[in-house]
C-alpha cells in the first residue's frame, strides 16, 4: 500500500518536474493575450480558435484573454462572444472585455468624434453592450479624439485644443463609458490603458489628471519597438519608466505593461520590452495581440551578436518546448519569444524589492525636453517620475516641463532653503529666465550654442588632475553663461580655445542648485564619455547606494531590498564599474551565484590643505553581453 502511494507520488512529482512554466504559470505576474474584434469574430467558429489557442498555449502559459467588442466599427455579435468566454471559461482562462474606440484605425488613427450627439451615443452604447458580457473591461490606446470637424472646431471655441479635448475626454470617461458601463453591470470594473506617448496626451484629450480617479484602473502601453527606425523614437528605457510614472499617478491601481511585436529589427528587441515591463513590477503582462502570438516566428530576426550566451539566448529559445502530457512542442510562433522571455526572468523577479530611482516631477499636462527622462535613464540613471512635487526628496531632477508649474521657481529655492539637491536641466532654466529663477543663481541660457567633441573632468575618484575625453561625434550644446565666482563649473566642455559648463553649479540657502547642459539632441547624451557621463552621474544619483561608472545604454534598475539590475543595450560586450555605499563588501549575482568583492575607494574631493578624505564606497568591475542584464543583491 505505502510502496504504491509513494509510486503514485512519485510520478506525480516526476509530471509536475517536467512541466514547463508555459504550463505551470509564471511566479511573479500573470500573462494576458488581447484578442482584437476582428479575431473575436472569428471565435465563433470553434475549430478555428481551438487550433490557434492550442499553438499558443504551448509556447506561452496565458492566464486572461481581452475579447474585444469593436474596433473599426466592427461589433461583435452576442453569440459569438458567448461563445468565446464559454471557451476560455472552460479551459481556466480568465476573460476581460475590450473596447477600441477607432472609427478607423488605418486612417491616421481616426476616433470617434466627441462633440456630435449621433457619435456620443455610439460611444456610449458600447460601453453599455460590452460591460453587459464581462465584470472587466479595458479601453485600448484609442479613447482619444484627433476630431477637427465643424462640430468640433465651433465647440471649442476660444479654447486651445489641448484643453477643449481635455475637458471633452473628462466627461466623455465619466458620461459615456464608465457611467453607463456602471448602470449596466454595477460590477464592472472599468480600465483605461494609455499607450507610450504620455508627453503629448494633453494634444488629444487623454486627462492623465482627471480619468485615472474616473477609472477604475489604468494600464500601461510599455511597447517602444525600435528606437531609431520608428516614428515616435522612444527609448528602450520607457518600457521601464512609463509604468512607473503611472504607478505614481494611481498606486495600486497600474493594472500591468502591454507590449506588441511590432517595429523590431530583432528578437532581442521583443525581450526586452517585456523585461523592462516585468523589472518595474508590473503585476500583469499583455501581449498584443492574439493574431500576432498566432503569426509564424520571422527567420530575420536573429541579431548578430547571438552565441554568446546573452540573456536573449536565441537557440535556447528556439529549442523543442516540453508539454504537461510529455509531448514536445516546437516553437512555431510569436507566443514562443514572449513564454521564453517570461521564464529567464520570473527565476529572478521574487528577489526585487520595489523599484526606486531619481525623483523627478512631471506636472501634469506638461511638455518640454520630450520624453528626455529616457535619454537619462540609458545613461545609468534610475528615474523615478511622478506627477506631484516630491518635496520629501533629497535630491529632484527637473526638466523643460516642470516649467508647467507656475510656483516651480519658489518650489526649488525651499528645497534648497532645507539643505536639499535640485539639479534642473538647461532647458528648464531657460524657459524660467525672467521669471525669477535669477532669484537663484543669474545665468544666462540664449539661443548660442557650442559645437564640441571635448570635455574636461577636472577630478575623479582618486584625486588625479584633470584630464580631456573626447566624444565619439561632435555635441551641440547651449552656450550657459554666468557670473565668475557666483557660480561654478563642474564639469566643462572645451571649444576652440574656451570653455562652456556641462554641469553647473550654484550655491544657495544651505545647499546647491546644479544645471545640467542638454545636447540639442538628446541622443548625444550617449556620445559623452563615459567619464563625464559618470561625473554626472556622481552628482544626479548622489543618494543611490549604487551608481554606475561606464558608457551610456547601460541602464540601473534599483529596488529597496539591497538588489539592483544592470541592463546593456549595446551590440558589443561593455565593461562597467558598479559604485556602491561602503557599507557592501560583496555583490552576489543572483542568476550565477558569482561573488565579487569590490575595492574601496574615495568619492570626495581632497580639498586644499586639507588631509585625503577616507574611502566613501567600494567598486566593483563586471563585463555585460550585447543586449543582456546582470542581477546582483550587495552584501
Ligand atoms: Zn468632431
Known amino acids: 500500500m505505502c510502496k504504491i502511494i509513494k509510486l503514485i507520488l512519485g510520478t506525480i512529482i516526476i509530471i509536475f518536474s517536467t512541466f514547463p512554466a508555459s504550463a505551470k504559470g509564471y511566479q511573479n505576474f500573470k500573462v494576458a493575450i488581447y484578442c482584437r474584434a476582428q479575431e473575436v469574430n472569428q471565435m465563433g467558429d470553434v475549430n478555428w480558435l481551438k487550433s490557434r489557442w492550442d499553438e499558443i498555449s504551448s509556447q506561452v502559459h496565458v492566464d486572461k484573454v481581452y475579447l474585444e467588442t469593436h474596433r473599426d466599427v466592427v461589433l461583435v455579435d452576442e453569440k459569438t462572444i458567448e461563445a468565446a468566454k464559454k471557451f476560455f471559461r472552460e479551459r481556466g482562462v480568465q476573460t476581460a472585455g475590450g473596447i477600441t474606440y477607432t472609427i478607423l484605425e488605418s486612417n491616421r488613427f481616426q476616433t470617434f468624434c466627441y462633440s456630435k450627439p449621433e457619435s456620443r451615443k455610439r460611444v456610449k452604447e458600447i460601453a453599455e453592450y460590452t460591460a453587459g458580457f464581462f465584470d472587466e473591461v479595458i479601453l485600448d490606446d484609442f479613447f482619444f479624439t484627433n476630431c477637427k470637424c465643424e462640430s468640433c472646431i465651433k465647440a471649442k471655441g476660444d479654447r486651445s485644443w489641448s484643453d477643449f479635448r481635455l475637458d471633452l475626454m473628462k466627461g466623455a470617461a465619466r458620461n459615456l463609458v464608465v457611467g453607463p458601463a456602471k448602470a449596466v453591470n454595477p460590477k464592472v470594473k472599468v ?14 484629450g487623454f486627462n492623465l489628471e482627471a480619468q485615472p480617479k474616473i477609472f477604475d484602473g489604468i494600464y500601461t502601453g510599455t511597447e517602444t519597438r525600435d528606437p531609431v527606425y520608428t516614428d515616435q523614437h522612444l527609448q528602450q528605457y520607457e518600457s521601464y519608466l512609463i509604468f512607473r510614472y503611472f504607478e505614481n499617478i494611481k498606486p495600486g491601481g497600474n493594472g500591468g505593461g502591454w507590449v506588441d511585436t511590432g517595429a523590431m529589427k530583432y528578437m532581442d528587441r521583443y525581450a526586452e520590452q517585456l523585461w523592462l515591463t516585468l523589472f518595474s513590477k ?49 516553437p512555431t510562433t510569436m507566443a514562443r519569444p514572449a513564454g521564453y522571455s517570461f521564464e529567464v526572468v520570473d527565476k529572478f523577479l521574487g528577489k526585487l524589492g520595489n523599484p ?49 508649474d507656475k510656483d516651480i521657481t519658489a518650489k526649488i529655492k525651499k528645497q534648497l532653503v532645507d539643505g536639499k539637491t535640485v539639479i534642473i536641466t538647461s532647458g528648464l532654466y531657460k524657459a524660467m529666465q525672467g521669471k525669477g529663477i535669477e532669484d537663484i543663481v543669474e545665468l544666462q541660457i540664449g539661443d548660442e550654442k557650442t559645437i564640441t567633441n571635448q570635455f574636461w573632468r577636472r577630478r575623479d575618484f582618486w584625486g588625479r588632475s584633470g584630464k580631456v575625453y573626447e566624444s565619439k561625434s561632435p555635441i551641440v550644446l547651449p552656450e550657459i553663461k554666468y557670473l565668475t565666482n ?20 550654484a550655491d544657495y540657502a544651505k545647499s546647491r542648485l546644479y544645471i545640467l547642459a542638454i545636447p540639442d539632441n538628446y541622443g548625444d547624451l550617449y556620445n559623452l564619455p563615459a567619464e563625464i557621463l559618470t561625473q554626472i552621474r556622481d552628482v544626479v544619483a548622489k543618494d543611490m547606494y549604487v551608481r554606475l561608472d561606464g558608457p551610456s545604454q547601460v541602464a540601473l ?25 561602503i557599507r557592501f563588501t560583496k555583490l552576489s549575482d543572483i542568476i550565477t551565484a558569482e561573488e565579487l568583492s569590490g575595492e574601496p575607494i574615495a568619492t570626495q574631493p581632497r580639498l586644499f590643505g586639507r588631509p585625503a578624505p577616507s574611502p566613501d564606497k567600494n567598486v566593483f568591475k563586471i563585463s555585460i553581453k550585447p543586449h543582456s542584464f546582470r542581477v546582483f543583491k550587495c552584501e
Open 191 to 204: 480600465v483605461i490603458k494609455y499607450p507610450n506617448w504620455y508627453e503629448h496626451f494633453q494634444g488629444c
Open 282 to 330: 508590473a503585476p500583469e503582462i499583455t501581449l498584443f495581440d492574439f493574431r500576432r502570438a498566432s503569426g509564424p516566428i520571422p527567420d530575420d530576426l536573429k541579431a548578430p551578436w547571438q552565441g554568446q550566451k546573452t540573456s536573449f539566448d536565441y537557440d535556447e529559445m528556439m529549442k523543442p518546448i516540453k508539454l504537461p502530457d510529455g509531448e514536445t512542442a516546437n
Open 356 to 404: 526606486v530611482g531619481v525623483k523627478s516631477y512631471k506636472p501634469y499636462h506638461s511638455t518640454g525636453e520630450d520624453f528626455l527622462h529616457n535619454f537619462i535613464g540609458m545613461c545609468g540613471i534610475p528615474m523615478d517620475l511622478m506627477p506631484q512635487f516630491p518635496e520629501e526628496a533629497n535630491v529632484i531632477f527637473l526638466t523643460e516641463s516642470a516649467k508647467f
Open 486 to 505: 557666483d557660480s561654478w563649473e563642474e564639469v566643462s566642455c572645451l571649444a576652440s580655445g574656451i570653455g562652456y559648463p556641462v554641469l553647473h553649479s
Open 557 to 581: 534598475f534599483v529596488y529597496d531590498n539591497d538588489t539592483f539590475i544592470v541592463e546593456s543595450f549595446r551590440d558589443e560586450p561593455v565593461d562597467v564599474k558598479i559604485i556602491a555605499d
